[in-house]
C-alpha cells in the first residue's frame, strides 16, 4: 500500500520584547533561575495581566509580512491544563478569535531537478504567554522548576495539514525562520529556545481525503532534528498500519540521541482544554491606522527585494533567491555592491554565492559568522574588476584571508604586494614571454599559424605558467593574435 504523509507545524516564536507578554519581568536569556519571574509571573492572588504592546506591533508585522488577515477584534482566553511549570494552572492564549488569521510562506524547493516556488497555508498565527521550564537533569530524581521563561511572549504559528514530505517541512521552517529574523520579531535563537516547533504527523492511504489519528512531536528546536523525528515518526505510523495496528493519537518527544520518538502523554483536543475568555483581559482592539503606521516602518521585504535585484542588478532569479535567505546575507551582498559599484553587482553575487558561501558551508558558519567581512571583500573585489590580480588569484588572495587568524592581516592590498600577486600588464614584458614560449614551443607555434584553436590556448596557458598565474590572460591573447596575423 502506497502512503500519503500529512504534516502540519505549529511553530512558537519568542518575540523579541524587554519584558514579559502580562508583566514587566525581563525577557533576557540566562538569568539566575526564577530571578526573571515577578508576582503576575508567579500568579500570586489579586494580581491582574497588562497586555505588552510590543507584542502586538510584532504579531501585527509578521501578519503583515505573511499578508494575513488582521483581526481589528481579538481576545484573549485561558487554556486549561496543569503543568508544573504553569503557575496559574491555565496558560492565557488566543482561540477563536486570533490576531492573525491566514496568510502563506512561500520557498523555493528543488523538486525533479528544478527549482520551484512553493507555498504553505498558514491557519493563524495567536499570541500567548510561554510555560516556565521544567528541569529533570542533575536534580537527584526530582524535577526542579525555573519561571524566567514563564510568560514570555510567544507568537504560535499554525500551518494547515497540507505539507506531505520531511524535506518540505524543512523547507518551511527555514523560511519562517529566516522570515521573523528578517522582520526583527525574533532573534532566531534555536538553542535557546527562541524558535522551537511542534510537528503533527499522520499517514492516510493515497485518494484518501479524510484525515486519520494524528501525532504531536513537541519542542523540535533544530532543522535536523524535525527532518529525523518526521522520517522516524512516519516508518513508525506505516509499519503499525501495515501490521493492523492503531495509531494512538498522543505527543511525542523526539530522543536525539536514539533518533527516535517515545510517547510523552496522551492528545487532547481543543475541548479538553476548556477555552473560555480571560475576564481579566479586554478584548484587543487594533485600528487600521495602527496597521499602516507599522507597515511603513516595517524593512523591505525578501519577496520585493528578490523582485528589485532581479530589475536593478540583472541578477537570475535563483541567485536573488540565494542573496535574501536570510537578512545578514542581503546586507553582506547589498554592501559589495555600494562599494564596487552596480554594473560590477553579478561579480559580487557570484563571490558571495560561490566562493564565500563555499568556505561558510565547508565549516558549517552562517553569514554572521564569515572570517572575510563585506569590507575585506570589497577591497578584493575592486583590484580584481580594476585589473590589479586575475580571478584565478584573486581566489588565491581570498583563500589566504580566510585562512588567517588575525583581522588586520586580511587585508587584500598587502597580500596581494608581500606575496607580488599583482597583475602582470605591460606590453613589453608580455611581448617578451610571448617570444620565449614561441621559441619553448615551435610545433605548437606551427598548429597556431594553422588556425587550431586548441595548440593557441595551449600557447597561452605556457605563458601564464612562465609568469606564476600573474600575466593578464587577455593582453597575452592580444599579443598573440597579433604576431600570428603578422606571420
Not at 168 to 195: P, R
Not at 207 to 230: C, D, H, M, P, Q
Not at 319 to 341: H, P, R, W
Not at 375 to 383: D, E, I, S, Y
Request: glycine share 6%.
Amino acid at each position: 500500500m502506497q502512503w500519503e504523509i500529512v504534516i502540519g507545524l505549529e511553530t512558537h516564536v519568542q518575540l523579541s520584547t524587554r519584558s514579559k507578554i502580562f508583566s514587566r519581568s525581563s525577557t533576557k536569556f540566562g538569568g539566575v533561575p526564577n530571578m526573571q519571574a515577578d508576582l503576575v509571573d508567579l500568579a500570586l492572588p489579586g494580581v491582574l495581566p497588562v497586555l505588552n504592546r510590543s507584542a502586538v506591533e510584532n504579531a501585527i508585522k509578521f501578519g503583515i509580512a505573511v499578508e494575513a488577515t488582521i483581526s481589528p477584534q481579538s481576545i484573549f482566553t485561558r487554556k486549561n491544563y496543569f503543568y508544573p511549570d504553569l503557575p496559574k494552572g491555565y496558560q492565557i492564549s488566543q482561540f477563536e478569535n486570533p490576531v492573525v488569521q491566514g496568510g502563506r510562506i512561500f520557498f523555493k524547493m528543488e523538486k525533479f531537478g528544478k527549482s520551484e516556488l512553493v507555498s504553505v497555508q498558514l491557519t493563524r498565527a495567536h499570541l500567548e504567554e510561554d510555560a516556565g521550564k521544567s528541569i529533570h537533569e542533575d536534580s537527584q530524581g526530582t524535577t526542579s522548576v525555573d519561571l524566567n521563561r514563564a510568560g514570555i511572549p510567544l507568537l504560535e504559528i499554525v500551518t494547515e495539514p497540507n505539507i506531505r514530505s520531511a524535506t518540505e517541512a524543512v523547507a518551511y521552517a527555514k523560511s519562517l525562520h529566516a522570515l521573523v529574523v528578517w522582520i526583527g520579531i525574533c532573534d532566531g535563537n534555536m538553542q535557546e529556545g527562541s524558535f522551537r516547533c511542534d510537528v503533527n504527523i499522520s499517514i492516510r492511504p493515497f485518494g484518501k481525503t479524510t484525515y486519520n489519528n494524528r501525532v504531536e512531536i513537541k519542542n523540535l528546536n533544530s532543522f535536523r532534528f524535525i527532518e529525523e523525528a518526521i522520517g522516524y515518526e512516519v516508518k513508525r505510523q506505516i509499519e503499525l498500519m501495515e501490521d493492523s495496528g492503531t495509531v494512538v493519537q498522543e505527543t511525542r518527544l523526539y530522543d536525539p540521541n536514539k533518533r527516535e520518538t517515545r510517547a510523552m502523554r496522551s492528545k487532547g483536543n481543543a475541548q479538553d482544554y476548556r477555552y473560555f475568555p480571560d475576564p481579566d483581559l479586554p478584548p484587543l482592539l487594533i485600528e487600521k491606522r495602527w496597521i499602516e503606521s507599522i507597515r511603513e516602518s516595517m524593512p523591505e521585504l525578501p519577496a520585493t527585494m528578490r523582485e528589485r535585484f532581479v530589475r536593478d542588478f540583472g541578477l537570475s532569479e535563483y541567485d536573488s533567491v540565494i542573496l535574501t535567505q536570510s537578512k545578514a546575507m542581503a546586507d553582506y551582498f547589498e554592501f559589495l555592491v555600494l562599494k564596487v559599484g552596480s554594473e560590477q553587482a553579478k561579480i559580487a553575487a557570484n563571490w558571495l554565492i560561490g566562493d564565500v558561501l563555499w568556505m561558510l558551508n565547508r565549516e558549517n558558519l552562517d553569514i554572521t559568522e564569515t572570517r572575510v567581512t563585506a569590507v575585506q571583500l570589497a577591497v578584493l573585489l575592486q583590484r580584481l574588476t580594476d585589473g590589479t590580480v586575475s580571478n584565478k588569484i584573486a581566489k588565491e588572495v581570498f583563500c589566504t584571508m580566510w585562512e588567517v587568524k588575525s583581522t588586520r592581516d586580511r587585508i587584500a592590498e598587502e597580500i596581494i604586494e608581500g606575496k607580488k600577486l599583482k597583475q602582470i600588464s605591460d606590453p613589453d614584458t608580455l611581448e617578451k614571454v610571448i617570444d620565449a614560449v614561441l621559441i619553448e614551443n615551435v610545433k605548437l607555434a606551427v598548429e597556431v599559424s594553422s588556425g587550431k584553436e586548441k595548440a593557441f590556448n595551449a600557447l597561452i596557458g605556457q605563458a601564464m605558467k612562465h609568469t606564476q598565474g600573474r600575466a593578464n590572460p587577455a593582453r597575452l591573447r592580444d599579443i598573440l593574435e597579433k604576431k600570428i596575423t603578422k606571420n
